[in-house]
């Protein structure tokens, strides 16, 4: 399903015009060009290197260039055309290995020779005496190569130029190399699992590259490289059919979509792309923003009324395009695992329905927030940061808790226990209830319901009228750190930290105990201020029984931690009195 949704995402692109590379191609880095002669003799090497247009890097990095495809090497001696390394296409290395780099040039040479024998042009004639009249026991001392060589060495990717043009643009040239890699279709023919048509199968897939923490020089998507992964006496990739052109299409695809960076998101372990069927970006930006709080110049009340409208079956125009609620859209998430990668997830729907489910996620995680939050709904990223120990050298989320939650909300499924199980973790180490940590509890039991927690107490704010006993208690307890805090203006530390786990989790051992403190702390309050708490004390206690539950359960203690949250937001929220008091 991935592969066919990727590589009728290349045809898609393909037929707007998009440039990408069409079969036989792709895109590499290349370090330095190699400029010769009409005889083959190399006059200039060019440094092809620029500073990096963004993002963090320093330094001088590579161009992207449209290449000949390149092989994938496992082992072996295998060159590349027109783009490969000093071993190839000098005879040299830093390997320690001199007979073998030779070995790789002569295997080059003959590549190049075999290619274009039959191309009649002086470019084509110059590379093939450039690989005759090269001697590589003299390339340390060639005056063109004494200031790059070391760098050259260090993996470097090198291009031909001859007379000012790269000779893999030469159009006679780019004609002999699409005959030869349409003609090298050999192998087992076997039915593709793509396409569904027969012909030759890939048996070594190429890298995908960009998936972060993943081997810079790529990571394979499909592959089989042990006996206990193989079947049937298959080998390799043959397990799992896919046809060179298929091959090409998704990997091209794929590589495309991880190389804008702009449209690329981590979650946790995970990279994240998406894509529409019609390979309109324009529906990458309205989910980059929308889901993944990507920058965007539309406000986000714009923004909810466009999803609404979508919702609703209407198309809208956004960024200049009409965006379809009915196009077939596509979010994969990949991770890092050794040299392949992982499918963390990988979700397929209308892109309306993808809308509503984050929506409806937004909707749940919606709960009274601080005047200094400046954030209108939580983000993901924000909310997956509340399960993160901030003390600690890594503040990543627990792998595959970033991929999990982020395919709960896209697929409108219940939410993973491990991200309610990361917040109580965090609550009872820092005994405090923020936003995101108050927003995730309503969520998660609004969208997993539990007996001990009734709606009542899911609310985005205060429910006075609620009888809840775990959530009164909670209530009760924000007002007894509200009645110490008065009567010990600028205390270092409140009940909370020393007693908001214990209070939650065995209320009986600990309530007695603050009530009395209360009592103690009204005494230093003046008449009006003391009253109004003393009312307070009243009305919660007049909700609870006469003895304090010996234990509340994980669901009850969320329903305690949500209600201290109302009730202290409550207290800094600005109403008038009446609304206070009836409270």
Not at 41 to 48: A, D, F, M, R
Not at 268 to 289: H, K, L, R
Not at 389 to 414: D, F, M, Q, W, Y
Not at 462 to 483: D, H, M
């Amino acid at each position: 399903m991935i592969l066919q949704a990727l590589v009728r995402y290349y045809e898609a692109l393909a037929e707007q015009g998009v440039k990408i590379a069409p079969p036989g191609w792709g895109v590499g880095k290349v370090s330095y060009a190699l400029c010769i002669d009409s005889e083959g003799t190399l006059k200039e090497v060019v440094c092809l290197k620029e500073a990096p247009k963004s993002g963090k890097k320093r330094g001088m990095v590579s161009q992207n260039m449209t290449i000949p495809a390149q092989v994938k090497r496992s082992s072996g001696i295998s060159p590349n055309f027109l783009c490969d390394n000093t071993a190839y296409f000098l005879g040299v290395d830093a390997k320690g290995k001199p007979e073998r780099a030779k070995e790789c040039f002569q295997a080059a040479a003959a590549l190049h020779k075999k290619i274009l024998a039959g191309v009649d042009t002086p470019a084509a004639k110059a590379v093939q005496a450039f690989f005759t009249s090269w001697n590589p026991d003299y390339a340390a001392e060639h005056p063109q190569l004494q200031d790059f060589l070391e760098d050259m060495m260090n993996g470097a990717n090198l291009v031909f130029r001859y007379e000012q043009a790269y000779i893999h643009d030469n159009p006679d040239i780019c004609s002999a190399w699409d005959r030869y890699y349409a003609e090298s279709d050999e192998g087992t023919s076997m039915t593709c699992l793509v396409t569904g048509q027969k012909g030759p199968v890939e048996s070594i897939h190429p890298s995908i590259k960009g998936v972060k923490d993943a081997q810079s020089s790529g990571a394979a998507l499909v592959s089989f490289n042990a006996p206990a992964f193989c079947s049937y006496g298959k080998e390799q990739n043959l397990n799992a059919p896919v046809s060179k052109y298929a091959t090409f299409a998704y990997t091209t695809a794929l590589n495309y979509l991880l190389a804008d960076r702009k449209r690329v998101f981590h979650m946790g372990d995970a990279t994240v792309v998406c894509w529409s069927e019609n390979g309109e970006t324009a529906y990458q930006d309205f989910m980059d923003c929308f889901a993944f709080d990507a920058p965007t110049d539309y406000n986000e009340a714009d923004l909810i009324q466009l999803v609404k409208k979508l919702c609703n079956g209407q198309q809208v125009i956004f960024e200049d395009s009409r965006l379809n609620p009915d196009m077939n859209f596509y979010i994969l998430g990949l991770a890092p695992n050794a040299a392949r990668l992982s499918v963390r997830f990988f979700l397929r729907n209308s892109f309306g329905a993808f809308l509503q489910n984050v929506l409806d996620h937004h909707k749940r995680m919606e709960i009274i927030r601080p005047s200094f939050d400046k954030f209108e709904t939580v983000p993901l990223w924000k909310a997956l940061d509340e399960t993160v120990n901030h003390n600690s050298k890594n503040k990543s989320p627990v792998p595959n808790l970033a991929g999990e939650t982020l395919r709960a909300i896209l697929g409108n499924t219940i939410y993973p226990a491990q991200l309610l199980q990361g917040v109580n973790l965090r609550i009872r180490a820092e005994r405090d209830i923020t936003r995101g940590k108050a927003a995730i509890i309503k969520a998660y039991y609004l969208k997993n319901p539990h007996k001990d927690i009734p709606k009542e107490v899911l609310t985005v704010s205060l429910n006075p009228q609620s009888t809840n006993i775990p959530y009164t208690l909670g209530r009760l307890f924000s007002v007894l750190e509200a009645i110490q805090s008065s009567a010990n203006p600028g205390i270092n530390a409140t009940i909370k930290d020393r007693y908001f786990n214990s209070a939650s989790a065995t209320p009986a051992q600990v309530f007695p105990t603050l009530i009395n403190l209360a009592q103690k702390h009204m005494k230093k309050l003046e008449g009006g201020l003391a009253a109004y708490y003393d009312k307070q004390l009243t009305q919660l206690m007049s909700n609870l029984d006469e003895t304090y539950p010996a234990h509340l359960s994980i669901p009850q203690q969320g329903a305690f931690q949500l209600g201290y949250y109302h009730q202290t937001q409550y207290r800094y929220t600005r109403t008038n009195k009446e609304d206070k008091e009836d409270v």
